[in-house]
């Protein structure tokens, strides 16, 4: 504390600091004066919140989109349902839309058209990450649905199991353990993809170390810190992945 | 016990099924035997409905397998499946394999039909592997199992898509027993095989499958032996 002012006031009257006194007054001035790293510890709060929430929105459309169009294309013939027809159009749409537009043109859409009254700008970032992320996860499940053997759901039917516990118990689980690499990767993309939200105001990592740089003019440490913190998050975040699928690959060993 | 009535199948241009009339007895045991390509999986598969008829009908137990008004997953819990592929479920158990469908399908509580999965695996010889996983099984074992899960579900018939086809040619016999063993208990059989041994053995019926048409048909002895068509003796003479 003391040593970061005498320095300062070196630096002041202009006198040369050495190469590593100019690292301590930066690395002083981006994380620990006025209790800075504090600001980066709320941004990774709302960057985590915004992620689960994306993803949770992102998997639950996902599966729901997936399911739907999967049910569509499997319908025997002569018991087409309409209502099914109906849903499969629009999710058709809403995967065009989502995957043939950028997302920080999404971001922007959302933030200052639709919700530009709102002022809940992480909850916007999140429910549009989410809605963008579950077009591509639907297609990440659709493909691992249509990946696992037709005899499965075959022999669930011939046992007079309904259509929907056929999926839900044979099908879903094989087909999870089959795009959990793909889903992992999609997920990845998500919790960096939240960065984006500050360009509508969404108060998470990259906001507040842009907020340090604008007092202390250095940009240097916190952006290589911003840049750190992701990259534990997601080594994290693969480490976990890593387990679980572990866990599953539980009915592989012979 | 099924009625079959002019039963037609077309994929697009191509027939498959050209009108299959017969009639299955209960306790009978019915091989269908015939070159391939002839139609004998899709009439199988036709019966509980896995393909669905371009027309004709299946009466089984006396209601129309083909009215839209039917519960079709209802008339398949009466009607077991065993394919030549098991198509057994990798992510569960054997035991889980054997008693989601019972459970699922509020046949019987989950202990009751774990009970009875245990004996049915006893009478197979494989009550040492409930708890093992699909992947750990040998191909015959496989089929046993596929065969047991079936009849988890207490069916009034049992259908057979060529279940030995992809066995190692020495585990046919130990599913060959298994189902010998059920034909001899009285349970109604409908089997697509190859195994022509086990249709002139245990069949009570020979049914040889032709260009979708049931070309011929008959008690085993004198269809093998005594063959009329000549399309039957030329199949014959090159599968025996």
Not at chain 1, 92 to 103: D, E, N
Not at chain 1, 128 to 153: C, P
Not at chain 1, 196 to 204: A, F, N, P, R
């Amino acid at each position: 504390m003391e040593w970061f002012e005498e320095l300062k006031a070196l630096a002041k009257s202009g006198q040369p600091l050495t190469f590593w006194q100019d690292f301590y007054v930066k690395f002083y001035q981006a994380f620990i004066e006025k209790d800075r790293w504090q600001q980066y510890l709320n941004g990774v709060g709302t960057t985590l919140l915004v992620t689960a929430l994306a993803l949770l929105i992102g998997v639950v459309l996902g599966v729901i989109v997936s399911v739907v169009r999967t049910a569509y294309d499997q319908q025997r013939p002569g018991h087409r349902n309409p209502l099914l027809a109906f849903l499969n159009a629009i999710f058709r749409v809403y995967v065009t839309v989502i995957r043939g537009t950028p997302m920080m043109v999404q971001l922007l859409v959302m933030g200052l058209v639709i919700f530009a009254s709102s002022k809940e700008f992480a909850m916007v970032g999140a429910l549009t990450l989410g809605i963008n992320s579950g077009a591509y996860t639907s297609e990440i499940i659709r493909g691992g649905l249509m990946s696992v053997d037709i005899g499965q759901m075959e022999a669930g039917r011939s046992l007079g199991l309904t259509y929907t516990d056929t999926m839900v118990h044979i099908i879903i689980p094989q087909a999870v353990k089959a795009i959990l690499p793909a889903l992992g990767n999609e997920f990845i993309v998500l919790l960096k993809d939240t960065s984006m939200i500050s360009v509508i105001g969404g108060k998470e990592l990259v906001y507040f170390a842009r907020g340090v740089i604008s007092r202390t003019y250095e940009p240097m440490f916190p952006f290589l810190g911003t840049a750190l913190i992701y990259l534990i998050l997601v080594m994290l975040f693969t480490w976990l992945l890593g387990i679980f699928e572990r866990r599953l690959r539980a009915s592989d060993r012979r | 016990m099924i009625d079959v009535k002019d039963l037609r199948k077309q994929f697009g241009d191509h027939v498959v099924l050209n009108g299959i009339s017969t009639h299955i007895d209960k306790g009978e045991c019915v091989c269908i035997i015939g070159p391939s390509g002839s139609g004998k999986s899709t009439f199988l598969r036709c019966m509980n409905l896995l393909e669905t008829p371009t027309s004709g009908d299946i009466i089984f137990d006396g209601v129309s397998m083909t009215d839209p008004k039917t519960d079709i997953n209802r008339m398949r819990q009466k009607m077991g499946m065993v394919f030549q592929h098991f198509n057994l479920f990798p992510n569960m158990t054997v035991l889980k394999n054997m008693t989601l469908a019972p459970v699922r399908t509020n046949l019987k509580i989950r202990l009751e039909a774990e009970d009875q999965a245990m004996a049915l695996l006893k009478r197979v010889g494989l009550e040492d592997k409930a708890d093992a996983y699909p992947a750990q099984l040998s191909g015959g074992q496989k089929q046993r199992v596929a065969i047991v899960r079936a009849l988890c579900m207490e069916p009034d018939v049992m259908l057979f898509d060529e279940p030995t086809s992809a066995l190692d040619p020495e585990m046919v016999g130990e599913v060959l027993d298994v189902m010998k063993n059920l034909a001899r208990a009285g349970m109604t059989m409908v089997v697509v095989t190859h195994e022509m041994g086990f249709a002139r053995e245990v069949s009570n019926r020979v049914m040889f499958l032709d260009e979708g048409v049931i070309a011929e048909e008959g008690d085993p002895r004198d269809l093998f032996y005594h063959p009329k068509s000549e399309r039957l003796q030329s199949f014959l003479s090159k599968v025996l």
